[in-house]
């Protein structure tokens, strides 16, 4: 099993969550970061570190959500890793309650 960073990331991109992943398995995009599901050891360690709770075990991805699960798989390989927190956007609270934003997602 995975854990997988859900449409909530998007535009927010707090990156709370990489530093206590203990196999970088965190990779950074334009707007949202993605877990590798390859190197997921499903630890746990990152879901309550998120602010925003974007990340669920895949086991209990919503049913909206489900489309993350291959996109965190495919966005990985070409993302680079990341491993330490960095400032938030600018934005980024302006983004933490809006709902539909797959369409912002920056490839």
């Known amino acids: ?13 707090l990156t709370d969550c990489v530093e206590v992943c203990p196999v970088d398995c965190f ?6 970061l ?11 360690l990152c879901e309550p570190e998120c602010p925003v709770e974007a ?3 895949e086991d209990e991805l ?13 966005l990985s390989r ?3 890793v990341i491993t330490e927190i960095k400032d938030a956007p600018i934005d980024a609270d302006d983004w933490h309650d809006v709902k539909n934003k797959l369409e912002y997602l920056e490839r």
Do not use: A, R
Not at 27 to 32: A, I, K, S, T, V
């Open 1 to 13: 099993m995975t854990f997988v960073v859900t449409e909530s990331c998007i535009k927010c991109k």
């Open 27 to 32: 990779h950074e995009g334009p707007n949202m």
């Open 34 to 44: 993605v877990i590798d599901p390859e190197e997921c050891i499903d630890c746990t």
């Open 55 to 57: 990340i669920y075990p």
């Open 62 to 74: 919503p049913e909206d959500q489900q489309q993350f699960l291959s996109l965190n798989d495919e």
């Open 78 to 80: 070409g993302w680079p």
